[in-house]
């Protein structure tokens, strides 16, 4: 019976809809290839407006779960709204950035998991560390395309 009563739950779950949307871009970040290749490979399905919505983003209650780590990576940094940011902005996002790469908490765990093409080597840590770096220390390396 606890089984059935499940069964049910889930079926029912299905039928609340979550949006997964990808909105224009106003004004993508603008870097050198092998950054912007790093960035779109292990950051931009929850930082920019370019999200491989996969096909367990359609089944609940995991749709839930995306959409919402989804909509507060986007709140946190969007790569394809760099250009609207102001420079202050931009820097403590580049800041926050860093912070992530250092204290190992970007890509999630639970992200990397189902998808270990995301995972970031030693190499790759280096490189974004030294764009971050340089990108602060000259303001026109943070301008949008």
């Not at 089984?3 to 979550?18: C, D, I, K, T």
């Not at 050198?32 to 367990?56: G, Q, V």
């Not at 403590?92 to 860093?98: M, P, Q, S």
Request: proline content about 8%; overall charge positive; charged content about 25%.
């Amino acid at each position: 019976m606890a089984g059935m009563a499940v069964l049910a739950a889930l079926f029912a779950a299905q039928l609340v809809p979550v949006e997964r949307t990808n909105p224009p871009s106003s004004g993508a970040l603008s870097a050198p290839p092998r950054i912007e290749a790093t960035l779109k490979r292990a950051c931009y399905d929850c930082h920019s407006n370019e999200t491989r919505w996969s096909w367990y983003s359609r089944i609940a209650p995991v749709s839930w779960l995306l959409v919402r780590d989804v909509t507060l990576g986007r709140k946190e940094v969007n790569f394809s709204e760099w250009g609207s940011y102001y420079p202050a902005t931009r820097r403590r996002k580049l800041e926050w950035i860093g912070r992530a790469l250092r204290e190992e908490k970007m890509p999630p765990w639970h992200y990397r998991l189902m998808h270990p093409g995301t995972r970031l080597t030693e190499a790759d840590k280096a490189e974004l560390e030294e764009w971050i770096e340089s990108a602060l220390a000259t303001p026109s390396a943070q301008r949008s395309k």
